[in-house]
């Protein structure tokens, strides 16, 4: 017997109660505070997953997020979540967890007969290949790829149980990043000093470092309770900070306890979004792995992960495990692990001879030194390792159970990374140290180098009173209880790569070997960027956080060039993979978009409106929720015949005051309304100043120095912060103020013939035709409420708008309703206000579609002659006034009973093939036989009266239509003004 | 991600503006012609250096504000507004 | 294949650059600036097609990192204006057409591209472009709900706030393997005999009178009868050297890619309820994107607003995504047009060529790009499905503007 | 129209308690060079102008500048319409008067979680030593336009009415969990603050 067992009580599960757990449908028992990876060590599970190419077995190898192989799927109650690191899993009861990329079985993989044919199957194999014949790529090939490529497999029911999800924005002056020696230091100094500090720590508890040192207990302790009293410091465990942004702004993913989560009605995580005037980078150290060949092999283990497992869950990584390093700090965990009565099988370790070498000695535990590890025995399991001298000949076979490795340790420096660190390279501790300008932030402890807990807690201290110096704070002294001091360290050797037979890993993730670099190198892929992309080589789930290093090593000495002069991979977002639900926040779903409802929305309801989102607004479609055309015509026709009332209070409405308020009005449309006179509203467009048209709309004046304008409901917003921009520059010398003031007037149309009879009630105000004109405007009282009263007609019947307050929306409508119940007013919706201006040939935004000049839609009258307006230079250029430009026409199908189609494309029957124009908005008419619509057309008003095909070939339609002007309804405006 | 110091409403998302360009693009005087206003509409310095923009604080005060800031790292060197409202007091 | 057989029992030994490592001459025929897509393919146009062997490729680092090695993969033929869509169709079959041409498996993937729609306004305007493609002979076909939840069984059409009222599908749309592409034309060109030169920044235009003569590295002056321009993002900045403004702002466009996961998306998918698209790699990645930042910048990264938006557009769209983990953010710097089309074309100073203007489109262009840049290189004229790219469009108004926004790159 | 008026609701159970506030409002924008002549009208009034970022309180109105040059009066509601007829005429030449009462809809939050529920959509530092109160801002919150203010007992939320249900439905499930409690109508009489902080 042998491999990992709990052997003890540890820091996080001494004394809990045990929980059931499911690996490959094993039952399997583990403690309260283990994580899966833990557990199954504790059961003595050590193969835990397959590799992404050749599905060779893989185990646990870290123990933390940083881990590359042992992803699990979780099959929770919506589904099966993918890639989860076992490492950082916390194990709750009932957890049901298993092993990714293999088929049938973990142990029995069919695909792992990619291993068997790996030499065929070197890095970039697919370039090469799969080219022939011509059709296979796609639909014998990339179908194989895909499906053996992927790691774990999501599946999730579609039913909107829609998990919470929330995102918090943060404040502080700091933020410390990392809770080990130096972050603990650090906040302490800074919370002292009054600041307001978030100390954000990914791991379930503060202490780093220190938590794997017993020494440190007391400190550690003392460092927490004085945190807990500084009312300036909020301490966030299990928040990991995952991408840095520039301007102080920083993303973090903090994972909530079960307890939090069950109070939070089941929130898993929360986003946190933290702005800060500074930041202290303390996110300490990671190790590295060494590649020689097995070292994938379960059972090989970073020794620090094995120190964790001892120290946190009492579980030891195995029973006669041995250890393979380059470095001083990498014995501790053989250490603890003996003095937990864990015999140990060796150390092999590269340097001659070194301080801790000596104690493993005298603790009775063999060191061979000046060695290396040439080759692992076992396949699903560690049995025994070959070692070597320096020069690669055997030395002798020793039989282990398990291997601790490690390469050394280097900065944990993704954050400083994102935020433009620099790397200088460190011969001595053989690693890139990340150096960052004082504007982007600061570094401290093993994150910038330093070595040892207690210079790492005296470099973040250092750090935080040059943080406190910069934000004016002069760092009050602190008394804390004394650092245990560092233990002498004898040098580190460098050590990338053990060369010998058999694959060596840089990305045990990717499966990604020292031979695949150096074939990158060989076919000119040399820069470490080509390199990556090329192998895969650090593009995994882990990004190549502990072997990534080790590659540029390794390409480094392939190219045969320094490593400064390789580098390092580049850093970017997320320093852990967040989850799509966790980044979206709630604002998704129902919820991804506000609704803008009208003040009118309960009653359009009631009335069994159809609603449509328009932008954010949800209007009423057709008062009806049958589908089909009947209702929308009865509407239209309501109003053709009778009358009929809609709610337009959608529409952009801007206040317009000022001396300069005509002035202003006169540069930003392209007509006139300085002439206007009070009491009158005239139709206007806008133009771009590249000259095409941005909007219309009819403006009012109320009095000489003040107007509303109305926009369309689709460009209100646009049109509102193009006035604003050109008032605040273009236009800064004029007096003008401009209000946006479309919630608060409601407005409705009444339209339809017996629209005057309707209106005439409800105001004082003489509205007959002589006194109150087409294009007329009062402000009036409008059913015992100030209002404004329009006369304006976008139906092409006589029509009036009122516009009351928003608040008063429904006394209002009631009333009209009420005036216009012996004519059976119906209220109609946004179908029919579309057939009815369809007929009249108005546009909408479907014209309007920015492509579009007034020429081309018939309004060039409007356009003054007169002074500058904004367009009025660039609408004259050849380009936009060409005689072949798509102008706007009416559209009727020669046969009564076809229908139009919006999108069809306008063609002559000579050449079927060449579009001329297209059908913008079609409805069934009111007025006349059969469809009708409007179209933009070729030299389209040259060509009234011919005969074109509108072809809709995705639909397989034709249909033979007749071009008419596009003034179709009532050309005269007899109705409108009658 | 930007965070623009705004004269009155102090530092706030870019997410709270709406960028308008260029801001050393005067509009052209009326009878300048179409060269002048192609120029002014189309042509873009484009600096990968510093660069003054229009920023409209469409999310707090509404001002429009000219802001310096350099477009490779991002620093603001400045930001005020473009056109004073007279008389306003400065609030944060 | 055989060769990667006998390779395979070599121990991989007998592999060679792909591309060879040039050093430059005093001078070329053709210089082109930029070892992006562009730049690469054109000068394999100009070598394979026009048999103009005098070129070479200033790239200032490693090919193939710009853009094309930063984008989301999508290639498509579905535009507006006739004049694009023939374009883009060109360049669809060159994709097709491009790993024999090239013997490098660029993994070209014609999967299609899905276009969803939420509103009639878009419906009808995604009909009239399926209808104009179709008169032009491109392949568009509009399908329905039902027919979508059999492409995308993980869509929630309905999701509560914009639902889905149906799609146009190109099946010839797809994705391919971005830095294939480059690594295919370096090598495909540096065969054919072009210099592709690495590590050498062009710093600056020499100007004689009203023609070009050459560009200043910093290893020395480097004449050439010919430049062009394949810079991207940084087209006005090189411009600029030649006292040349641009109708070009450089924006960011950013990108993102989940953790790999076994087959869940069959096609490329574009939301229509905000900005968002997404495919699922070979390698099991989602990869996808959103809208530009929308101001002046060449900072190449991402931003968190970006990121929190375009996870919520995917979670309203595809739900089950939810605990799928999202792995790395990045983003490119583009050169985005006043009107949202590319420009090939001459400049004012003569021998010197513009290709840029690519906005966020330029990737699947890459084929036709380079084919047509060549062509006016070789010819002194514009190729016929490139002519209406030309720079005098924008003063002359027949700006190509498929989205109606106007010189405004900030909402392009 | 006018609401049962109400004390403030004491530091109870809920840990957000969310009231309308009935009131007018209108918004007062002085022409080129005249805020003078604005500040001089108010003061007669009684009011006194706050500066951008703040806002002013008397015993019958709250007074709040987000916009420079740019004031919201907010009033006890009175029949449609009176609020501006008690304004327009006198700002005429001087100041746009504008009626914003149906445009704006008004809430006051209180309880003690009132920061923690708002920093979940509103990206503003509302730190009380950085928001104190007395402040005032706009700004955005669950994607629609808010005007802040921190009150001497609560926080003034002005939103456009056509997004106000969209903000009373977000500000409710946010705050579920830290116990949530609608409250009947609350008078701008009632914020005066009579309660210090
Ligand atoms: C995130 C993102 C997603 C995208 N998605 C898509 C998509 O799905 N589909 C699509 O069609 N398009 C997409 N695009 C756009 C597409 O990637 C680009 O339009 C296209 O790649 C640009 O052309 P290029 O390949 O020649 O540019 P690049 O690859 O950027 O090449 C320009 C080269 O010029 C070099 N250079 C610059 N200055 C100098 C100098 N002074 N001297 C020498 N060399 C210089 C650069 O280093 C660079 O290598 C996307 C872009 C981005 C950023
Ligand atoms: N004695 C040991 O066993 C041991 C172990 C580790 C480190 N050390 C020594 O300690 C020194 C380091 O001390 P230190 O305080 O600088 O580092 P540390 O390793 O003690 O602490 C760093 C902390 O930062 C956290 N962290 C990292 N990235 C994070 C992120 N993105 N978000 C949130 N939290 C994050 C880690 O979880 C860890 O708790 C090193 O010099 C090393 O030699 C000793
Ligand atoms: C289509 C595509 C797929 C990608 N897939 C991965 C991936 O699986 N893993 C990864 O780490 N990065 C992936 N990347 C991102 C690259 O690592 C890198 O971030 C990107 O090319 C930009 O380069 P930069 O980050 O060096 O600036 C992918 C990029 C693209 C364009
Ligand atoms: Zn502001």
């Known amino acids: 017997m042998g491999g990992p067992a709990r052997i003890g009580p540890g820091m996080l599960t001494a004394g809990s109660r045990p929980l059931h757990f499911r690996f490959d449908g094993r039952e399997l028992q583990g403690l309260a505070g283990d994580t899966l990876a833990s557990a199954l060590l504790a059961n003595g599970v050590l193969q835990v997953g397959r590799s992404f190419k050749y599905h060779r077995p893989r185990g646990i190898v870290t123990a933390g997020p940083e881990e590359p192989c042992a992803l699990v799927d979780v099959i929770g109650l919506h589904g099966r979540e993918p890639n989860v690191p076992a490492s950082t899993l916390p194990l709750s009861e009932g957890l049901t967890a298993e092993s990714q990329n293999r088929w049938p079985s973990l142990r029995l993989d069919v695909r792992s007969l990619a291993d068997r044919l790996a030499r065929f199957l070197p890095a970039g194999f697919y370039y090469k290949t799969f080219m022939s014949p011509g059709w296979a790529w796609e639909r014998l090939y990339e179908p194989l790829i895909r499906r053996a490529a992927g790691l774990g497999r999501l599946s999730a029911d579609l039913e909107p149980h829609a998990d919470p999800a929330e995102t918090v924005h943060d404040h502080a002056d700091v933020l410390v990043v990392g809770a080990g020696a130096a972050g603990l230091a650090a906040a302490c100094r800074l919370g002292g000093a009054g600041l307001r500090v978030i100390l954000a720590e990914q791991d379930v508890l503060c202490g780093g470092g220190t938590l794997l040192d017993e020494r440190w207990t007391q400190w550690r302790n003392a460092l927490r309770a004085r945190l807990e009293q500084l009312p300036t410091v909020r301490c966030l465990t299990r928040t990991a900070v995952l991408g840095a942004y520039g301007h102080g702004v920083f993303g973090a993913l903090e994972t909530l306890s079960a307890d939090e989560s069950a109070r939070f009605g089941g929130l898993r995580e929360r986003f946190r979004v933290m702005r800060v005037r500074r930041v202290l980078l303390a996110t300490g150290v990671l190790e590295r792995l060494i590649a020689f060949p097995g070292n994938d092999v379960p059972g090989v283990m970073l020794a620090g992960a094995a120190l964790r497992y001892l120290r946190r869950y009492g579980v030891a990584a195995g029973r006669r495990p041995a250890l393979f390093a380059n470095n001083d700090e990498a014995y501790e965990a053989l250490f603890a692990l003996a003095a937990a009565g864990v015999h140990c099988a060796g150390v092999i370790d590269p340097r001659p001879d070194s301080r801790p070498a000596a104690r493993a000695r005298a603790l009775g535990i063999p060191v061979h030194g000046a060695a290396l590890v040439g080759a692992v025995d076992g396949r699903h399991q560690v049995r025994a390792v070959t070692i070597t001298e320096l020069d690669g000949r055997p030395r002798f076979v020793l039989e282990a159970d398990g291997l601790l490795i490690s390469g050394g340790q280097l900065p944990a420096s993704a954050l400083a990374g994102q935020l433009g660190a620099t790397l200088e390279w460190h011969e001595g501790q053989a690693a890139f140290i990340p150096q960052l300008a004082a504007a982007s932030g600061h570094i401290a402890g093993g994150a910038r180098g330093v070595c040892g807990l207690a210079a790492a807690a005296a470099d973040g201290d250092a750090a935080a009173c040059a943080v406190a110096a910069e934000l004016g704070r002069s760092a009050a002294a602190l008394d804390l209880p004394p650092v245990p001091a560092d233990p002498e360290a004898t040098a580190l050797r460098p050590l990338w790569e053990v060369r010998g037979r058999g694959k060596a890993f840089v990305d045990l993730q990717n499966d990604v070997t020292t031979d695949d670099i150096r074939l990158a190198v060989r076919e000119g892929y040399e820069h470490l960027e080509h390199m990556k992309r090329y192998t895969t080589f650090g593009m995994a789930t882990d990004q190549g956080r502990i072997g990534g290093l080790v590659g540029c090593a390794v390409l480094a000495e392939a190219r045969g060039v320094p490593l400064s002069e390789v580098g390092a991979l580049r850093e970017r977002p997320f320093t852990q993979p967040v989850p799509f639900a966790a980044l979206a926040g709630a604002e998704v779903r129902g919820h991804f978009r506000p609704r803008r409802r009208l003040a009118l929305h309960a009653w359009h309801e009631s009335a069994g409106a159809t609603f449509v989102s328009a932008g954010l607004w949800l209007r009423p479609l057709v008062y009806s929720r049958e589908p089909g055309w009947a209702p929308v015509l009865a509407e239209a026709r309501a109003v053709r015949e009778r009358v009929g009332i809609t709610d337009v209070s959608t529409l952009g409405k801007i206040d317009v005051q000022g001396p300069d308020a005509a002035r202003f009005l006169d540069l930003m449309y392209a007509n006139t309304f300085s002439t206007v006179a009070v009491g009158r509203a005239r139709y206007g467009i806008m133009l771009r100043e590249d000259g095409l048209l941005l909007d219309d709309g009819t403006t009012s004046r109320l009095a000489a120095g003040h107007f509303i304008i109305t926009t369309t409901t689709a460009n209100s917003a646009a049109v509102l912060e193009h006035l604003e921009f050109h008032l605040q520059s273009t236009c800064a010398a004029l007096d003008v103020v401009l209000t946006d003031i479309a919630d608060q007037w409601a407005q409705f149309a009444v339209a339809g013939p017996r629209a005057r009879e309707v209106v005439a009630p409800l105001t004082a105000l003489d509205i007959s035709k002589e006194a109150f004109p087409f294009m007329a405007v009062a402000e009036t009282t409008l059913a015992g409420v100030p209002g404004r009263l329009f006369r304006i007609s976008f139906s092409g019947e006589l029509a009036y708008e009122l516009a009351v307050p928003a608040t008063e929306a429904l006394a209002v409508w009631s009333a009209l309703l009420e005036s216009g119940a012996r004519f059976d007013i119906r209220p109609y919706g946004l179908d029919a206000l579309n057939t009815l201006r369809i007929e009249k040939g108005h546009i909408t935004t479907a014209e309007l579609n920015g492509n579009t000049t007034a020429e081309d839609l018939g309004l060039q009258r409007l356009l003054k002659k007169q002074g500058d307006f904004i367009g009025r230079t660039l609408a004259q250029r050849a380009g936009l006034n060409a005689g072949e430009r798509l102008q706007l026409v009416g559209v009727r199908p020669a046969a009564r009973s076809a229908r139009l189609r919006n999108g069809s494309q306008l063609v002559s029957p000579a050449a079927p093939g060449m579009s001329l124009g297209y059908l913008t908005s079609a409805t069934p008419s009111i007025e006349f036989d059969g469809w009708v619509g409007l179209a933009l057309l070729s030299a389209g008003r040259q060509r009234i009266g011919e005969r074109l095909l509108a072809r809709s070939p995705v639909h397989a339609e034709e249909v033979e239509v007749q071009i008419l002007s596009a003034h179709m309804l009532d050309p005269e405006n007899t109705r409108v003004r009658s | 991600m930007l965070r623009i110091p705004c004269p009155w409403c102090g530092l706030r998302d870019e997410s709270e503006f709406r960028y308008r360009g260029d801001a050393g693009r005067p509009r052209p005087a009326a009878e300048a012609g179409l060269d002048a206003f192609n120029t002014h509409v189309y042509e873009r310095d484009n600096p990968r250096d510093w660069h003054t923009e229009w920023w409209l604080h469409i999310a707090g005060c509404r001002r429009l504000l000219r802001v310096v800031r350099h477009t490779l790292t991002h620093e603001i060197r400045s930001v005020e507004a473009a056109s004073q409202p007279q008389g306003a007091e400065r609030g944060r | ?412 | 129209m006018s609401a049962p008026e109400r004390e403030l609701p004491g530091e109870a159970a809920a840990g957000t308690r969310c009231a309308p506030v009935g009131t007018d409002i209108i918004e007062l924008t002085p022409f080129r060079e005249r805020t003078h002549v604005l500040k001089a009208l108010a003061a007669r009034r009684g009011l006194a102008l706050p500066a951008t970022g703040w806002l002013a309180i008397t015993r019958e109105t709250l007074l709040l500048c987000v916009r420079p040059e740019r004031w919201l009066l907010l009033t006890a509601p009175a029949p449609p319409g009176a609020a501006l007829a008690a304004w327009r005429p006198a700002c005429a030449g001087c100041a746009a008067a504008i009626e914003l009462t149906a445009g704006l809809t008004a809430l006051h939050l209180a309880g003690p979680a009132v920061r923690e529920v708002l920093a979940r959509g509103c990206r503003l530092d509302l730190h009380p030593e950085v928001f104190v109160p007395g402040s005032a801002a706009a700004t955005t919150m669950a994607q629609v336009s808010v005007t802040l203010g921190a009150l001497p007992g609560g926080w003034l939320l002005l939103t456009p009415s056509s997004t106000a249900q969209h903000l009373r439905e977000w500000l409710a499930a946010t705050a579920r969990p830290f116990g949530f409690a609608p409250d009947a109508m609350l008078s701008v009489s009632s914020l005066s603050g009579e309660r210090a902080p």
Request: a positive charge; glycine letters at 12%; one cysteine or more.
């Open chain 3, 1 to 412: 294949m055989w060769r990667l057989l006998r390779e395979g029992l070599r121990g991989q030994q007998g592999w060679t650059r792909a591309w060879s490592k040039a050093t430059p001459r005093p001078r070329y025929r053709v210089l082109i600036v930029g070892g992006g897509g562009h730049g690469l393919s054109t000068a394999f146009h100009l070598a394979s097609e026009h048999g103009i062997r005098d070129v070479a490729v200033l790239e200032r680092g490693p090919i193939g990192l710009g853009n094309v090695g930063r984008n989301t993969t999508i290639i498509r033929s579905n535009y507006f204006h006739p004049d694009n869509i023939r374009f883009y169709e060109l360049s669809l079959t060159l994709w097709e057409r491009l790993e024999r041409r090239l013997n490098f498996n660029a993994m070209v993937s014609q999967r299609g591209t899905l276009n969803l729609f939420h509103t009639e306004a878009q419906r009808d305007l995604f009909t009239r472009r399926a209808n104009q493609m179709r008169l032009l002979g491109v392949d568009a076909e509009a399908v329905d709900t039902s027919g979508i939840r059999r492409l995308v069984p993980l869509a929630d059409l309905d999701n509560g706030r914009y639902p889905v009222l149906g799609g146009f599908l190109q099946r010839r749309g797809g994705t391919v393997r971005h830095d294939a592409v480059a690594w295919g034309y370096a090598r495909a060109a540096s065969a054919a005999g072009v210099d592709i030169i690495e590590h050498c920044e062009v710093t600056g235009l020499r100007i004689s009178g009203s023609r070009v003569s050459g560009v200043e590295t910093p290893g020395g002056f480097i004449a050439a009868d010919t430049v062009c321009l394949a810079v991207a993002g940084h087209s006005s900045h090189l411009a600029a050297m030649a006292g040349l403004k641009l109708p070009i702002e450089s924006h960011v466009l950013q990108a993102f890619v989940s953790e790999p996961v076994k087959p869940l998306l069959d096609v490329v998918l574009t939301y229509g309820a905000g900005h968002f698209y997404i495919s699922q790699s070979d390698k099991g990645g989602l990869v996808f994107g959103g809208a530009i930042d929308g101001y002046n910048t060449y900072a190449q990264r991402g931003t968190l607003p970006m990121a929190e938006e375009v996870a919520a557009a995917a979670m309203t769209l595809l739900p089950p995504l939810a605990r799928l983990k999202v792995l790395r953010q990045w983003g490119g710097v583009m050169d985005m047009s006043m009107d949202g089309s590319p420009i090939i074309s001459k400049t004012p100073i003569e021998g010197l060529v513009l290709n840029g203007g690519w906005c966020y489109g330029g990737f699947k262009a890459i084929p036709a790009g380079g084919l047509t840049t060549a062509h006016l290189i070789a010819h002194g004229a514009p190729h016929p499905a490139a002519a209406h790219l030309d720079l005098g469009r924008f003063a002359a108004g027949r700006t190509v503007d498929e989205r109606g926004v106007g010189p405004s790159p900030y909402l392009h």
